[in-house]
């Protein structure tokens, strides 16, 4: 089983930099998802970890440390579009592709 | 445009009904998936499908079973709707874990309300 742990909401201002913490405990990792996931809306898919170290995409990042458990998603340039929530999942060696969800992190972007 | 659909946006039955929830995909994928999501517990995975006529159990699959008759078209099925059913229900389908690209692709969601 998997326990995946990020902070339940952040605040941060237009334009501005956050950075959303998720920690994980797995008996076989093989990788890491990050969706995004406005109210009322479907999840969709933004990044995808497997090896440590960094991805970039645009103004999202997502940093990935096997040893530690832990990855970070990092939402520079803020919009006010990115108000949402943001989900971490982990994906298990031989599980048919499931994931494992955190609650997420609801992220509100002020004027 | 990859596409997952599911048969209605909100949905409101009587404790003890059958209730029926769709999803179709359109793009060949052999896994899907049904989820709830609830607020402060994330997505829940329900059941999900590898492959036409094969399922598993995910984390919650009490109260719940599912069929898979075609490759685009997984079912959820409520055999008799409690109050506790009340949820956001999400079905999602990937290709295969280890494909190029293997990342779960979601529905819009169907609210269901269980009076």
């Known amino acids: 089983g998997q326990n995946i742990d990020q902070p339940t909401e952040m605040t941060a201002t237009e334009g501005a930099i956050v950075q959303i913490n998720c920690t994980y405990q797995?008996?076989?990792?093989?990788?890491l998802f990050w969706y995004q996931q406005h109210a009322g809306e479907a999840p969709t898919f933004l990044s995808y970890?497997?090896?440590?170290g960094l991805e970039e995409k645009g103004r999202f990042s997502s940093f990935l440390s096997r040893s530690k458990g832990y990855s970070y998603l990092l939402l520079k340039e803020l919009q006010m579009k990115d108000s949402a929530s943001y989900l971490c999942?982990?994906?298990?060696?031989?599980?048919?592709?499931?994931?494992?969800f955190g609650a997420g992190t609801q992220v509100v972007v002020t004027p | 445009d990859v596409k997952v659909t599911q048969s209605s946006r909100y949905l409101v039955k009587r404790t003890g009904e059958k209730v029926f929830l769709e999803c179709v995909q359109d793009?060949?994928?052999?896994?899907m998936f049904w989820y709830r999501q609830d607020p402060g517990l994330g997505l829940r995975l329900i059941y999900f499908?590898?492959?036409?006529?094969?399922?598993e159990k995910g984390d919650i699959p009490e109260g719940y079973s599912v069929s898979r008759e075609k490759k685009e078209r997984f079912s959820l099925i409520l055999e008799s709707a409690s109050t506790n059913q009340t949820s956001m229900y999400l079905c999602?389908?990937?290709?295969?874990?280890?494909?190029?690209?293997?990342?779960?692709?979601f529905g819009p969601g169907t609210r269901l309300t269980v009076l």
């Open positions: 999942a982990v994906r298990e060696t031989d599980s048919w592709g499931k994931l494992q």
């Open positions: 797995t008996s076989g990792f093989n990788g």
């Open positions: 499908s590898y492959d036409v006529k094969m399922k």
């Open positions: 793009m060949d994928h052999e896994n």
């Open positions: 999602a389908s990937s290709s295969p874990q280890g494909a190029t690209f293997d990342e779960q692709f």
């Open positions: 970890n497997v090896l440590d």
